[in-house]
């Protein structure tokens, strides 16, 4: 009877204590990594979500009538067909330079979106009529053409972790057959940068 209480006292041994601190270790080494994954996932649905928002964008652009009123007036009893064009290329990106978002969220202001409203109408992202108003971590540009065979490229490039290796997005469309067609896939370079 002795011996068995004795049995029932003891407590784990240095190697059980060893192993359990091992397996302990190597799960929070695997959750850090997750984690970072998880985060900077995270942080690139912003770029993902605003080039969903630019084609919707441009697609609307498109549909809408982009001649001018006058030209009806001037033939009297007359028609004439309906004009669709995307918008054209943006003065400059938002914020202007990479160095705004490198490591680090920028703040833009709906002056930097409408730029191009004052100069030319039908014009970046104005004539999109799109806008990021939450701070962002993405230099958003837009390019386009006009014309039956149209084209239209959405970018976005960021420096996450401020290490100076950009990341880069790219969204491609273009008009076929009197429609805007959209890449079905995001062209994504180094995406967790």
């Known amino acids: ?9 003891r407590g784990f041994t240095l ?22 994954k998880y985060l900077l996932n995270a942080k690139t649905a912003e770029a993902r979500n605003a080039f969903g928002q630019m084609a919707k964008d441009a697609k609307s652009s498109y549909e809408r ?5 006058t030209v009806i007036v001037a033939v009297a009893g007359g028609s004439v067909g309906v004009s669709n064009n995307l918008c054209t290329t943006a003065t400059a990106p ?10 680090a969220k920028y703040q833009s202001n709906a002056a930097e979106w409408a730029v191009d409203q004052a100069v030319t109408p039908g014009k970046g992202f104005a004539c999109l009529k799109f806008a990021v108003t939450d701070p962002q971590y993405y230099m958003y540009s837009y ?5 039956p065979a149209g084209a239209f490229t959405a970018m976005a490039n ?7 290796a950009p990341s880069s997005f790219s969204l491609l469309g273009n008009v076929v057959s009197d429609t805007v067609r959209v890449s079905p896939n995001i062209i994504e370079v180094s995406p967790e940068e």
């Open 94 to 103: 938002v914020p202007a330079t990479i160095a705004s978002v490198k490591g």
């Open 143 to 147: 390019t386009g053409t006009v014309g």
């Open 1 to 9: 009877m002795r011996a068995f209480k004795k049995y029932n006292n």
């Open 158 to 164: 960021g420096d996450l972790d401020g290490d100076a």
């Open 15 to 36: 190697i059980e204590l060893m192993i359990v601190v091992a397996i302990v270790g190597v799960l929070a080494a695997l959750a850090i990594y997750g984690v970072r």
């Open 65 to 69: 009538e982009s001649m001018a009123g």
